[in-house]
């Protein structure tokens, strides 16, 4: 079926649909402010102010179109828009925003002005006036020029920059993640290894014995190889002890795994490790699958440090050469290079092993072993990631020669990873990975939006032509060219094209990021500075850009972009800094999560209470606007549905939603406030849906069966089963329901006038208002206390269904009960819970790595300004998303009937097409 365009409705007819689930109470619509921004907004401002509700008794946490007018009228730049508002603010015009955020009044330089004449109040002194003019004019100057449109701008040119300094990095450095594994990287804090550019798996014992399966592994050369060998093996058996003559051959088998590991006491590079080597390559059903060598402080004690020892040393590993090479055509050889000593401890028979002593040797070794091939590269790998990791360790050892037992553990590690990373491809380890290969269905997405980009190309040049041949001419007597006064829109077709044109561009820009290996990433590593340090940046930041409430009802519109705005910000310092594995930290991020669903049950719920429109148009605009983006990634980025878990949950939460209000009876308020006994059936509606809840939560098998059937096991499954996602939905699986109930109350007491929530008035009487308040501080604390009192994540998982909604609720009652805390807002925070929802999507592939376990490194050797662009261009990005799928949702979902039932049509049948292609793709793995 062909897709119908048409155009899109009226600014003053488009119906405002959730995104990110916002919350909020039934406001009648208000007119917005016309003026400059305020003071108190942040310099990064949208093209335009989001949008008021547009009927009257819409709920305030539902988002709507992007302001009135044209897709490339929204588009423009705050400075551009407001230009000649902010030029009649400078003339003394009376409409303009103020300094102190007045919501489109003149600033009152002179608060004791007020009850003067107008005129005088205005006046105030001079001094004053010229200084404000002087502010809002630069203000002005600064919005023009730094708009969001700028900013975006800014963060592609840094796109295409950093994308070309990496693509030239690799070229003249090479693109083998393992050279760098095996020769640099640094420390994070005392123990953790990270590689220059690439991340370490850390490999349990299950994962090291299914790599290893009929695997064989030699490693030959003295005591510090012998060390190596104990780590390596302690991986595949932890129990495996350090016992037996040390100065002889050590064998190890799992014959359970097939996996055979040996070390061969060969202490020296001579006659009798030539011998060893040599038959591997004349046997090959003995040959090892990987080969560990090295050997050098021996020889330097045996003969004293003397210089013949390095000539014949040279002589002898110049003989062996040829032979490791030809075993690294078939096997993984790797050549250990000399670790320091720490002269200070070394023993008086050991004197002579000095640190320069072993740096000849080490530049004998790589200068033979690198020169052994004549005209290509050398197979021997060296291993010189141990002299780095010995140089921050040495001076723990015992000896002086030996390094401490925590140093050997991360050079075995360095090993498995090395050999198995390209075997089992595990998500955090992308060191040694190539890229993965392109699937069908991203193939076929590839050019997709390859179409799309030349077909907007192609339509902007004919739309730009004729608009040179429609432009008027120069009036000749005048000498001035008539201007255009009426700006033409864009036509749906335009937008679609320019929609999928940019959505194709970012959607490369993921790739480049997460799948090309075309930019760096990094393995997280928890401090308490790294979580703490950035959430008193953006208190600060928040606190600073305040202004005040359009209304002062309980959680208003701009109070739960706020919440959502600052609780996003925190997830996303806890995802980049790796918190979770600080307890308090995790539990504490729990029932922000388990606020964002209790939003979602609380302005669902409200909306659906109030308005009663349960029309197909208000499900498939909410569903677009969740899913979209999450599709899109799927295809993309080659992921499962349930990967994005939580964008699952409240699609699901909101179906249970609609369809437990939806189903007979109908209960609205409209019908409830004409007789009493309407809320005991809208009670009784809730209990059921509390009991089915109940029921699923403690039947795991009843779960699993329902989301086990085709096609919601595609949905829903992740790594061939559904217990990820039951393991999710039933962590907050109360808390929904909690929001639906919170609202049912809160909008009975606010219909029976029960509540203040005037301007500056506490919520109730002074007592009541004071009693709460001491208790929701309690409640508070005492939830906290026990967060951080928590054992472990299971025993804390177990009661964090039933206990999350008290901090929940002290929070809502601490910033709703006191009227001036009603009164006011941060803009800082708002503007980012508008666009939450992407947010917290994207993060998962262009600000995370590795699907979340890692850090994308666009800045290499600099953390702090590397999460600076990045972060930057996160930010654009995801806004940029948030106003594509708002141009998108009002041509996919028009309000008329038959047309929304053709998208709808067209929409299924792409997604039957997608399942075909899933399973073609999946029997092709297989």
């Not at 004998?364 to 020169?371: D, F, G, K, W, Y």
């Not at 409209?670 to 039947?699: R, T």
């Not at 009693?771 to 025993?795: D, Q, R």
């Amino acid at each position: 079926m062909a897709l119908q365009l048409q155009p899109p409705p009226p600014a003053a007819s488009r119906d405002p649909v959730t995104l990110g689930d916002r919350p909020g109470p039934v406001t009648p619509e208000r007119p917005s402010a016309a003026g400059a921004p305020s003071q108190a907004q942040p310099l990064l401002r949208p093209e335009a102010q989001v949008e008021e509700e547009e009927e009257e008794g819409e709920e305030t946490g539902v988002q709507g179109a992007r302001g009135p007018g044209t897709a490339e009228q929204r588009r423009r730049g705050w400075g551009e828009a407001e230009e000649g508002r902010a030029e009649a603010w400078g003339a003394g015009a009376a409409g303009s925003g103020s300094p102190a955020g007045g919501g489109g009044r003149l600033p009152q330089c002179c608060p004791c002005a007020a009850p003067l004449a107008r005129a005088a109040a205005r006046c105030c002194h001079g001094g004053t006036k010229m200084a404000a003019l002087a502010y809002n004019l630069g203000k002005r100057e600064i919005n023009h020029y730094f708009s969001v449109r700028s900013a975006k701008v800014l963060a592609l040119a840094a796109v295409v920059l950093l994308a070309a300094c990496h693509l030239a990095s690799r070229r003249y450095r090479g693109n083998d993640s393992c050279e760098y594994l095996l020769s640099s990287g640094r420390f994070l804090g005392e123990k953790v290894w990270q590689p220059h550019s690439c991340m370490m798996h850390n490999y349990k014992i299950s994962e090291a014995k299914n790599c290893l399966v009929d695997k064989y592994i030699a490693f030959i050369g003295d005591s510090r190889i012998r060390q190596l060998f104990y780590s390596f093996v302690k991986i595949i058996n932890p129990q495996f002890k350090e016992e037996g003559n040390k100065h002889e051959n050590i064998p190890f088998e799992d014959k359970i795994a097939s996996v055979k590991v040996d070390f061969l006491w060969h202490p020296e590079v001579n006659g009798s490790m030539k011998q060893c080597i040599k038959v591997w390559t004349e046997d090959s059903a003995a040959k090892p699958h990987v080969i560990v060598a090295g050997a050098a402080t021996w020889s330097i004690k045996i003969h004293n440090g003397s210089n013949e020892a390095l000539s014949q040393y040279k002589m002898n590993i110049t003989s062996i050469a040829p032979l490791l090479e030809k075993l690294a055509k078939t096997s993984d050889v790797y050549w250990v290079l000399q670790d320091p000593v720490y002269e200070d401890l070394l023993s008086e028979n050991r004197k002579m092993i000095t640190n320069e002593k072993i740096d000849a040797y080490n530049e004998a070794a790589v200068s033979i072993l690198n020169s052994s091939t004549k005209n290509s590269k050398s197979n021997v790998k060296m291993f010189s990631v141990s002299k780095l990791i010995a140089q921050e360790t040495i001076m723990e050892s015992l000896d002086g020669l030996h390094l401490p037992e925590s140093s050997r553990e991360t050079s075995a590690m360095i090993l498995m990873n090395v050999y198995c990373n390209k075997i089992l491809k595990p998500v955090d380890g992308s060191c040694c990975q190539p890229r993965p290969s392109l699937t069908l269905i991203q193939k076929l997405a590839a050019c997709f939006f390859t179409f799309s980009i030349v077909g907007y190309i192609i339509f902007y040049i004919i739309h730009r032509n004729r608009h040179r041949k429609n432009k008027p001419c120069s009036d000749l007597e005048s000498g001035e060219e008539k201007k255009n006064i009426t700006n033409i829109p864009l036509s749906p077709l335009e937008i679609l094209l320019q929609s999928f044109c940019k959505l194709g561009l970012i959607m490369a820009y993921f790739y480049m990021c997460d799948r090309a290996n075309l930019f760096m990433k990094e393995n997280k590593f928890y401090t308490h500075s790294s979580f703490f340090i950035p959430i008193i940046y953006i208190l600060v930041l928040g606190v600073f850009y305040n202004e005040s409430t359009k209304e002062t009802k309980v959680l208003n519109r701009e109070q739960t972009d706020e919440w959502k705005g600052w609780m996003q910000l925190v997830i996303l310092i806890y995802h980049i800094s790796g918190a979770s594995t600080f307890l308090p930290v995790y539990m504490h991020i729990r029932v922000l999560v388990a606020a964002y669903l209790f939003q979602t049950g609380y302005g669902h719920f409200s909306y659906f209470w109030i308005k009663g429109d349960f029309g197909i148009h208000r499900v498939c605009q909410v569903l677009f606007r969740l899913n979209f983006l999450v599709v899109v990634l799927c295809i993309v980025m080659d992921r499962p549905y349930q990967f994005y878990y939580f964008v699952p949950l409240v699609t699901v939460w909101f179906m249970v939603i609609y369809v437990t209000l939806a189903l007979w009876p109908q209960i609205i308020q409209k019908k409830a406030n004409g007789n009493c006994f309407w809320h005991f059936g809208l009670l009784l509606k809730l209990a059921f849906l509390l009991l089915c809840i109940c029921f699923l939560a403690y039947s795991q098998g009843a779960f699993e069966k329902i989301f086990s059937l085709w096609p919601l096991s595609k949905c829903f499954e992740l790594q061939g089963n559904v217990y990820e996602w039951w393991f999710r939905w039933r962590l907050d699986r109360y808390v929904v329901f909690h929001g639906m109930l919170f609202a049912f109350i809160y909008l009975t007491l606010q219909k029976h006038q029960v509540l203040s929530e005037g301007k500056g008035e506490p919520l109730f009487s002074n007592k009541i208002s004071n009693f709460l308040l001491f208790v929701s501080v309690v409640s508070f604390l005492t939830y906290s206390i026990w967060a951080s009192s928590c054992k472990n994540k299971s025993e804390c998982n177990e009661l964090h269904p039933s206990v999350s909604v008290v901090q929940i609720l002290a929070f809502i009652l601490i910033r709703n009960i006191p009227g001036y805390a009603r009164s006011v807002y941060s803009s800082f925070f708002a503007w980012f819970g508008r666009i939450s929802l992407e947010l917290f999507i994207c993060q998962y592939h262009i600000w995370l790595a590795a699907d979340t376990r890692g850090i994308l490194v666009l800045i290499p050797g600099n953390p702090v300004l590397n999460i600076i662009i990045s972060t930057f261009i996160f930010v654009c990005v995801a806004h940029e998303i948030s106003q594509i799928t708002n141009d998108l949702a009002l041509i996919f979902i028009p309000k008329d009937n038959s047309s929304l039932l053709r998208r709808l049509a067209c929409i299924a049948a792409f997604f039957c097409g997608l399942l075909v292609l899933s399973s073609i793709q999946d029997k092709s793995r297989h």
